[in-house]
């Protein structure tokens, strides 16, 4: 079955990085848009990152941009977040999506926690 498990968080202190993975199976890794959501307890979930089947269409979202970097290794069946000079409102939990182009609906992971706190 179609399975997406996050990695790479934690905390970390403010102006560090940190990557995170999100290895997939049960699918075909090349044919799937990619996204990167983070939500913290009481709002919504917001998207942080997306990637196309390509790997050259990104979007970021505004507070990010500069800072953090979508990527995938087709290979690996692996999405990565690249995440430097954090922020404590970088904190939340960040998870994994895959979406089939044209679907509505997708695919989640269970979620990593990052915590950004000196």
């Known amino acids: 079955q179609v399975q997406l498990v996050e990695s790479g968080g934690g905390l970390m202190q403010p102006g560090g990085s940190l990557t995170l993975a999100c290895a997939t199976s049960g699918f075909v890794f090349s044919n799937f848009n990619f996204r990167w959501y983070r939500q913290v307890p009481g709002k919504e979930r917001d998207m942080v990152a997306s990637i196309d089947t390509t790997g050259r269409r990104k979007n970021y979202l505004d507070s990010v941009k500069g800072r953090f970097t979508i990527s995938r290794e087709n290979a690996k069946k692996t999405v990565y977040l690249q995440m430097n000079s954090l922020k404590p409102e970088d904190t939340a939990v960040y998870y994994c999506?895959?979406?089939?182009?044209?679907?509505?609906?997708?695919?989640w992971g269970q979620g990593t926690q990052v915590t950004v706190s000196s």
């Open positions: 999506y895959a979406q089939y182009p044209g679907y509505s609906t997708g695919s």
